[in-house]
């Protein structure tokens, strides 16, 4: 987490909380920690963030105590839902099995939205997981189709047709939402292109998506340009270290003990420990040569 903030933007009306997705993103942002931190420790995590968001409204904190508290306990079910699939479900080897892919999903889906409604409200589910269910439902419309021996190409085109024609508004938004993306980035190239400065580039985004998710796509662009540049410097080092022509860097299959000690050194130069281990892709190395950290 060091570097980053909480997900999840919290909202009131009236000293009550509003029920969204937002709360969820938060819970879960706390909750991917755990195995580097105790269950009790998320928790602790979760409700420091809760008394910072929400300290001026006890009314709302008690709301969202009692959120947590029923989200953990669905967690758990969830694991034990998983555990009993594993355990009832063939292995993925086998085929021995007559039930179709678009069946098992069904049934899994019942299962976890009964879960679902065990824990919360209708408002609730509504609220936390009506996107997450339509979604769900539309997979397992998309999945029958898709395994109907009957249908020709044509039928099954159609019956495609009839899903998009037919979606919900969220699901359909939510769907669009990467093109969207997509279609913005290759704007702002080509306003690059045509020399735009990178104010222009910021203001346009911000008109389509908001200035907040501009300025995160502007800090990006430029973690991505600092990275590009120290693999620039570290490929160049090891190029000059090992005698390697210009092109892409490949090593070679064995390295005298004096090399690897000098890759390691320019290695711990450019690049922590964790980002070490992406470097496979940039060393076209042979498999034992050097492994990455």
């Given at each position: 987490?060091?570097?980053?903030?909480?997900?999840?933007?919290?909202?009131?009306?009236?000293?009550?909380?509003?029920?969204?997705?937002?709360?969820?993103?938060?819970?879960?942002?706390?909750?991917?920690?755990?195995?580097?931190?105790t269950?009790?420790q998320?928790i602790?995590?979760?409700?420091a963030?809760?008394?910072?968001?929400?300290?001026?409204?006890?009314?709302?904190m008690?709301?969202?105590?009692?959120?947590?508290?029923?989200y953990?306990?669905?967690?758990?079910?969830?694991?034990?839902?998983?555990?009993s699939?594993?355990?009832?479900?063939?292995?993925?080897?086998?085929?021995?099995?007559s039930?179709?892919?678009?069946?098992?999903?069904?049934?899994r889906?019942?299962?976890?939205?009964?879960?679902?409604?065990?824990?919360f409200?209708?408002?609730?589910?509504?609220?936390?997981f009506?996107?997450?269910?339509?979604?769900?439902a539309?997979?397992v419309?998309?999945?029958r189709?898709?395994?109907?021996?009957?249908?020709?190409?044509?039928?099954?085109?159609?019956?495609y047709?009839?899903?998009?024609?037919?979606?919900?508004r969220?699901?359909l938004?939510a769907?669009?939402a990467p093109?969207?993306v997509q279609?913005?980035?290759?704007?702002?190239?080509?306003?690059?292109?045509?020399?735009?400065?990178?104010?222009?580039?910021?203001?346009?985004?911000a008109?389509?998506?908001?200035p907040?998710?501009?300025?995160?796509?502007?800090?990006?662009?430029q973690?991505?340009?600092?990275?590009a540049?120290?693999?620039?410097?570290?490929?160049?080092?090891?190029?000059?270290l090992?005698?390697?022509?210009?092109?892409?860097?490949?090593?070679?299959?064995?390295?005298s003990?004096?090399?690897?000690?000098a890759?390691?050194?320019?290695?711990n130069?450019?690049?922590?420990?964790?980002?070490q281990?992406?470097?496979?892709?940039y060393e076209?190395?042979?498999?034992g040569?050097?492994?990455?950290?």
């Amino acid at each position: 987490m060091r570097g980053t903030k909480p997900d999840g933007h919290l909202t009131l009306a009236a000293e009550v909380l509003q029920l969204n997705v937002e709360l969820l993103y938060l819970f879960d942002y706390y909750l991917s920690a755990q195995g580097e931190r105790t269950l009790q420790q998320v928790i602790e995590g979760i409700r420091a963030e809760l008394r910072a968001q929400l300290r001026t409204s006890p009314k709302a904190m008690a709301q969202a105590e009692d959120l947590l508290s029923r989200y953990i306990e669905y967690k758990k079910d969830l694991f034990v839902l998983e555990r009993s699939e594993s355990a009832a479900n063939p292995p993925a080897s086998s085929t021995s099995t007559s039930t179709s892919t678009s069946t098992r999903l069904a049934h899994r889906l019942e299962r976890l939205q009964f879960i679902r409604r065990q824990h919360f409200s209708p408002a609730e589910v509504d609220a936390f997981f009506t996107l997450d269910e339509q979604r769900d439902a539309d997979t397992v419309a998309r999945l029958r189709i898709a395994e109907d021996k009957g249908l020709d190409a044509d039928e099954r085109r159609a019956r495609y047709a009839q899903l998009d024609a037919a979606m919900p508004r969220r699901l359909l938004e939510a769907r669009q939402a990467p093109l969207h993306v997509q279609t913005v980035e290759q704007a702002v190239s080509q306003m690059r292109a045509k020399g735009a400065n990178e104010q222009e580039v910021y203001q346009f985004r911000a008109q389509q998506f908001s200035p907040d998710a501009a300025h995160r796509l502007q800090a990006l662009e430029q973690e991505q340009l600092q990275w590009a540049a120290r693999i620039a410097q570290y490929q160049a080092e090891v190029r000059l270290l090992l005698q390697l022509p210009e092109g892409a860097l490949e090593m070679p299959s064995k390295l005298s003990a004096a090399q690897q000690s000098a890759i390691e050194a320019s290695r711990n130069l450019y690049f922590s420990a964790q980002e070490q281990r992406r470097l496979a892709a940039y060393e076209g190395h042979a498999v034992g040569s050097i492994n990455p950290r």
